[in-house]
Nanobody
Framework: QIQLAESGGRLVQAGDPLRLSCTAS????????AAWFRQAPGQEREFVAS????????YYADSVKGRFTISRDNAENMLYLQMNSLKLEDTAVYYC???????????????????WGQGTQVTVSS
C-alpha cells in the first residue's frame, strides 16, 4: 500500500489559479495511473482528472476540461493538479488516488483506484 498526502488547498477567489500537490510514499507510484477526485458538501465524490504512468494519457471531467491540468513527476513521487480560472462550483475536498493495477492508462472510475489520500480543502469565494 502506498501512502498519499495532498497539499495546497486553501481559500481563493473566483478566477484565481491554484496548484494542488500529492506526495506518494513509494517510488513504485510511478508504475501506476493516478487521478484526482473531489467531493463537495452533500454531493458524491466525482472524478476530476487522471494520468497514465508515463504521462502520455490524460483524461478530464468535462467540467474542468480546459481549466485544469494534471501532471506528475515520477522521479519525485509527485502528482499535481494545476487549476486555473477557478469557479465557485470547484469548491470541494480534493483527493488524489493511485490505480490498483500497474501500467493502466487511468480512468474516471473510482473503483479502479485502491490508495487514497486524506484530501485537501479548496474553497472558491466570489
Amino acid at each position: 500500500q502506498i501512502q498519499l498526502a495532498e497539499s495546497g488547498g486553501r481559500l481563493v477567489q473566483a478566477g484565481d489559479p491554484l496548484r494542488l500537490s500529492c506526495t506518494a510514499s513509494a517510488r513504485t507510484f510511478g508504475s501506476y495511473a493516478a487521478a484526482w477526485f473531489r467531493q463537495a458538501p452533500g454531493q458524491e465524490r466525482e472524478f476530476v482528472a487522471s494520468i497514465s504512468p508515463n504521462s502520455v494519457s490524460t483524461y478530464y471531467a468535462d467540467s474542468v476540461k480546459g481549466r485544469f491540468t494534471i501532471s506528475r513527476d515520477n522521479a519525485e513521487n509527485m502528482l499535481y493538479l494545476q487549476m486555473n480560472s477557478l469557479k465557485l462550483e470547484d469548491t470541494a475536498v480534493y483527493y488524489c488516488a493511485k490505480a490498483a493495477i500497474p501500467y493502466s492508462l487511468g480512468s474516471g472510475e473510482a473503483d479502479e483506484y485502491n490508495d487514497w489520500g486524506q484530501g485537501t480543502q479548496v474553497t472558491v469565494s466570489s
